[in-house]
C-alpha cells in the first residue's frame, strides 16, 4: 500500500488515509510501519510526536536515512539524515522528542541542538528539524516556505554534479550537455590529482597522501603545487572554457591536500577565466588563513557545507574571511537555522549557496529555504544523472529538476511524500520504517548547566 498524504494533508486527507489504512487491514498488511491512534481530527494544538522510524536509501547517488517522524493525528513528518551519515544520529533522539508538540519547532531545536556536531554528526539534529517543519506545515495546511516568511522566488537555480574527465575536452562536452539540458551554473572538480603523476608538476614528501580521507589538512601534507602544475591546471579550465564560453558561471572545487600558498598561485593563475567561486581550499575552520586567500586571490572564495550552526558563518562572514557561503541545510541545522544563516550573511554583503547531495525529502528542505531567503544564489543536485531518484517521491511536478530549475512546492510542509515502492527497491539495508522501541527510553542527564 502507497501513502500519499503529503500533498493533500488537511482535515479531509486524513479522512481519507483513515480509509486507506483500513483497506490495508483487511488486505493484511504489515501495519508495524504505519502511524498508529490515528485522529481524523487535525487539531495543531493537541499533535504529539508518538514515534520516529527510519528507511535507509542508497546510491542515490549517496547513502541517505530517512526519517519519519509519527503523531497522535495520524499525520507525519519526513526529514532525512546527511548523506553517508549514521541512522543512529536521529535514533537517539526519539526519546527526547516522544511527547512534545512537533509545531513548537524551535522549542525542540534549542532541546536537541547540543546533540549536534559539524559535519555529518549534525545530521540526526538536521533531520529532525526537517521533519518537524514538515508536520508543521502539514498541520496547518500551508508550504514550508510560507512560514518562513514567504518567498523570494518560485523557482530555484540548480547546478549539477557532473562526472569528472582528465580530458579537459571531454569533460568540457559533459558540461556542455549540461547547458544542453538548461543548466545556467557549472561547476567542475579541478584537483592536485590530475597533474599529480607529471614530473615536476607537483612537490612532495615521499608518502604524502591525496587520499580524500587522509586524516591531514592540507597546510600539513607539505604538498606544493609547482609553477609547472599551475599551468597545466590553469590550461585544463581554459580548455573547458574554450567549450562552454565566458557566459555562464564556472566554480570550482575539491583541490586536494594543499597549502595556502599553492592556493594562492593558483588562485591568481586562474583569474583570467574568471570563475564563480573557488570552494573548500583549505578547511574551514581556519578563519585568518582563508582571510589571507581571498585577500590574496581575484576570484570569490566559498566554503561553509561542513559548518553545524549559526555562529560559525557569522565569523566567516564578520572578517570576510570568505566571499560566499555555502551551508548544506543537513548539516547547518536545518531549515530555520540555515535561513538565519542566510539572513545574518546578508548583513555583511555575503550571498548564499546551498550544498546538497541527498534524496528529494533534504532537497525540498533545502528548496523552501532558498525560496524564503533572500540572499540565495544557487543550490548543488548530485542526483542529475540518477534515473530512479526523482520516482522516491510523489506528489510534485516531475522531473524534480526542470531545465536546471526546481519549482517551489505549493502544497503543505515540504510538498512530497515517498512513493514506498521505489524506496523499498533502494534500500540500503533490509527494514522500512520498522519499529525503534528500543529507543524509546534511551534518557541521560542532557543540561549543560548547573
Not at 544520529?89 to 531545536?109: H, Q, T, W
Not at 609553477?227 to 573547458?240: F, R, S
Not at 550573511?345 to 531567503?373: I, N
Request: with cysteine; net charge negative; glycine share 10%.
Amino acid at each position: 500500500m502507497r501513502r500519499n498524504s503529503t500533498n493533500k494533508e488537511g482535515r479531509r486527507s486524513f479522512l481519507k488515509e483513515t480509509a486507506a489504512l483500513g483497506a490495508g487491514l483487511w488486505a493484511g498488511e504489515n501495519l508495524e510501519a504505519y502511524p498508529q491512534n490515528t485522529n481524523t481530527n487535525s487539531k495543531p494544538s493537541d499533535l504529539r510526536i508518538t514515534d520516529l522510524r527510519v528507511a535507509t536509501v542508497a546510491r542515490a547517488p549517496m547513502t541517505c536515512p530517512i526519517i519519519r517522524i509519527d503523531t497522535n493525528q495520524g499525520i507525519y513528518g519526513l526529514g532525512e539524515v546527511r548523506d553517508g551519515a549514521s541512522k543512529t544520529y536521529a535514533l537517539m533522539l526519539k526519546s527526547r522528542i516522544v511527547g512534545e508538540n512537533p509545531c513548537n519547532i524551535d522549542k525542540i531545536f534549542r532541546k536537541i541542538k547540543q546533540f549536534g556536531s559539524h559535519s555529518r554528526q549534525a545530521g540526526g539534529v538536521c533531520a529532525v528539524e526537517m521533519a518537524l517543519w514538515d508536520l508543521a506545515g502539514k498541520a496547518y495546511n500551508v508550504p514550508v516556505c510560507q512560514m518562513l516568511g514567504g518567498r523570494f522566488r518560485d523557482k530555484i537555480r540548480i547546478y549539477a554534479d557532473t562526472t569528472e574527465s582528465r580530458d579537459p575536452k571531454v569533460f568540457g562536452q559533459r558540461l556542455k550537455a549540461r547547458l544542453d539540458q538548461g543548466f545556467t551554473w557549472l561547476k567542475m572538480d579541478l584537483g592536485v590529482e590530475m597533474v599529480a603523476d607529471t614530473p615536476g608538476a607537483v612537490t612532495r614528501p615521499a608518502g604524502a597522501s591525496f587520499a580524500y580521507n587522509d586524516p591531514a589538512q592540507g597546510m600539513f601534507t607539505g604538498i606544493e603545487i609547482t609553477e609547472k602544475g599551475i599551468a597545466m591546471m590553469a590550461d585544463y579550465v581554459a580548455q573547458v572554457r574554450d567549450v562552454v564560453g565566458m557566459d555562464v558561471p564556472l566554480s570550482a572545487d575539491h583541490f586536494g591536500h594543499i597549502g595556502v600558498n599553492s592556493s594562492i598561485r593558483l588562485g591568481k593563475a586562474l583569474t583570467k577565466y574568471n570563475l564563480a567561486w573557488l570552494e573548500d581550499m583549505i578547511p574551514w575552520q581556519n578563519t585568518e588563513l582563508l582571510k589571507k586567500i581571498s585577500d590574496a586571490v581575484d576570484i570569490p572564495i566559498l566554503t561553509g557545507e561542513d559548518i553545524y550552526l549559526k555562529e560559525p558563518f557569522m565569523e566567516l562572514c564578520r572578517t570576510h574571511a570568505v566571499d560566499i557561503i555555502q551551508p548544506d541545510l543537513a548539516t547547518a541545522g536545518g531549515i530555520l537555522e540555515t535561513k538565519k544563516i542566510g539572513d545574518g550573511a546578508q548583513e555583511f554583503g555575503v550571498p548564499m549557496v546551498l550544498h546538497f547531495a541527498g534524496t528529494p525529502v533534504a532537497c525540498m528542505a533545502s528548496v523552501h529555504c532558498a525560496a524564503a531567503t533572500g540572499n540565495f544564489l544557487v543550490m548543488e543536485n548530485h542526483s542529475i544523472d540518477v534515473p530512479w531518484w526523482g520516482d522516491l517521491v510523489e506528489g510534485i511536478g516531475k522531473p524534480i529538476v526542470d531545465k536546471g530549475f526546481i519549482t517551489v512546492p505549493d502544497t503543505p510542509g515540504l510538498g512530497v511524500a515517498l512513493n514506498d515502492e521505489v524506496v523499498k527497491q533502494h534500500l540500503a539495508e533490509p527494514g522500512f520504517f520498522e519499529p525503534t522501541p528500543q529507543w524509546n527510553v534511551d534518557r541521560s542527564s542532557d543540561r549543560q548547566w548547573s
